[in-house]
Nanobody, 126 residues
Framework: QLQLVESGGGLVQPGGSLRLSCAAPGFSLDYYAIGWFRQAPGKEREGVSCISSSSGSRNYADSVKGRFTISRDNAKNTVYLQMNSLKPEDTAVYYC???????????????????WGQGTQVTVSS
C-alpha cells in the first residue's frame, strides 16, 4: 500500500480558495486512480472527486461541481484538488486515497480505494 500525504488545508473565508495536494513520497502515482473524500464532524465520509489512473475520467460530487477541479502532475507525482468559491459546508477533513490501475466511477465509492492518507483540515469560516 502507498503512504499518501495530503497538504494545503487551512482556514479560509467563504468565497475563498485552497489547493490541496496529495503525494506519495518515494513512489509514482502514474498508475493509480486518486480519489478525494471528506468527512465533516458527525457525518459519514463522502466522495468529493476522483481521477482515473489514465486521467481520462474525472468526476465530482454534485455539491462541488463547478467549484472544485481535480488534476494530476505526473512529473511531480502529485494530485491536486483546486477548491474555489468555498462555502462553510465544505468544512471537513479532506482525505486522498489511491487505487492501482483504478477507474473513476460517477459514484466515487470509498470501497474502491485501498491506500489512504491521514487527512488535512479545511475550515471555511468568517
Amino acid at each position: 500500500q502507498l503512504q499518501l500525504v495530503e497538504s494545503g488545508g487551512g482556514l479560509v473565508q467563504p468565497g475563498g480558495s485552497l489547493r490541496l495536494s496529495c503525494a506519495a513520497p518515494g513512489f509514482s502515482l502514474d498508475y493509480y486512480a486518486i480519489g478525494w473524500f471528506r468527512q465533516a464532524p458527525g457525518k459519514e465520509r463522502e466522495g468529493v472527486s476522483c481521477i482515473s489512473s489514465s486521467s481520462g475520467s474525472r468526476n465530482y460530487a454534485d455539491s462541488v461541481k463547478g467549484r472544485f477541479t481535480i488534476s494530476r502532475d505526473n512529473a511531480k507525482n502529485t494530485v491536486y484538488l483546486q477548491m474555489n468559491s468555498l462555502k462553510p459546508e465544505d468544512t471537513a477533513v479532506y482525505y486522498c486515497a489511491a487505487e492501482r490501475l483504478g477507474g473513476c466511477p460517477r459514484s466515487i465509492p470509498l470501497a474502491d480505494y485501498d491506500s489512504w492518507g491521514q487527512g488535512t483540515q479545511v475550515t471555511v469560516s468568517s
